[in-house]
């Protein structure tokens, strides 16, 4: 029986209780991406980056990734896990089950202009993806990053 989970919180959260939730998911390996309109930053989960002003994000380790996006001064908040939800979120499975599918991902090269600003990625940091695949349908829900 697979342990996979694809959870949301209830209600949008403030800033406090998805911290909260960041730092209970995604383990202290992880990474983060932040989204503004004319950047992405890609850090270390533990970088201390304000995120409140960016409009959206993810941070994702081995085993899942957690994306938020700001409403106003909320943040509606997802959780794709190969390990098991979280007290805060609900399953969105509606009966259904999940499989995953485990594939490798590269960052674009150095030399890639479809973004207008370059996107540094840290030297070692091995990146993968993660399937989510509806098992009654077999469509592909959701695409997670990962780490190696």
Not at 48 to 73: P, V, Y
């Amino acid at each position: 029986m697979s342990n996979a989970f694809v959870g949301v919180t209830p209600n949008p959260v403030d800033k406090t209780t998805l911290q909260d939730i960041i730092n209970r998911c995604i383990d202290s390996n992880g990474w983060q991406f932040l989204r503004w309109p004319h950047q992405v930053k890609l850090s270390p989960v533990s970088d201390t980056t304000d995120f409140s002003a960016c409009q959206e994000g993810q941070a994702f380790d081995q085993d899942r990734e957690l994306r938020w996006k700001r409403q106003g001064q909320t943040y509606e908040v997802l959780l794709l896990s190969e390990s098991g939800g979280d007290k805060a979120l609900l399953s969105i499975n509606n009966g259904q089950s999940w499989e995953t599918k485990i594939l490798d991902a590269k960052p674009y090269q150095k030399t890639e202009t479809r973004f207008p600003r370059k996107i540094e990625m840290p030297d070692g940091l091995d990146l993968g993806q993660r399937y989510f695949i509806n098992a009654q349908t077999a469509c592909v829900q959701f695409i997670a990053l990962r780490v190696k």
